[in-house]
């Protein structure tokens, strides 16, 4: 374990290094693709029901933290584990492999490369179990 660096139950063992994180563009530019992923969230109405309620700004920031920490960046994720924040929302696997899909179009908007979006998505593949309780 790298100091500095916050761990993440339930994810992928962290990076051996910031690769990943340096694809992406850095922090800024993860914050930015995470911001647009958001709102394709609550544009879902099958999805948006989730977020009734909670702060945009503060959900985009803890997201793009985690995003950041999850693709070895130099990064803290100061939220709860996995478990934790999706326990008691019911998750399908449907709602799953909706909200992945909003990532990967985030990601394309953003002109990421398939090779670079894939692997961010392999990692986030790890809270599948943590996310998904029914
Ligand atoms: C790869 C899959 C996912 C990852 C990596 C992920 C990641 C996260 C992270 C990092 C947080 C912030 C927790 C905190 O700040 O303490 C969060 C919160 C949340 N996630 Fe997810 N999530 C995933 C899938 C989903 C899905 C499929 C849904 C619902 C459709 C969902 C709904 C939520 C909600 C509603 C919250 C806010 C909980 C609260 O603040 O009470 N997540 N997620």
Not at 8 to 17: E, R, W
Not at 68 to 86: K, L
């Amino acid at each position: 374990q790298t100091a500095g660096r916050s761990v993440v139950p339930g994810a992928a063992p962290l990076p051996a290094d910031d690769s990943l994180y340096r694809e992406l563009g850095g922090r800024e530019a993860i914050q930015r693709f995470t911001d647009d992923f958001y709102g394709r969230l609550l544009a879902d109405r099958r999805l948006a029901p989730f977020f009734d309620g909670l702060n945009p700004r503060a959900l985009e920031r803890s997201l793009a933290d985690y995003f950041c920490v999850v693709a070895g960046g130099p990064c803290t994720y100061e939220g709860v584990s996995m478990v934790d924040a999706h326990a008691g929302l019911g998750i399908r696997r449907a709602d799953f492999n909706a909200l992945v899909e909003h990532l990967q179009d985030a990601m394309d908007a953003a002109g990421l490369p398939f090779a670079t979006q894939n692997r961010l998505l392999a990692r986030l593949a790890f809270s599948h179990r943590d996310v998904v309780t029914r």
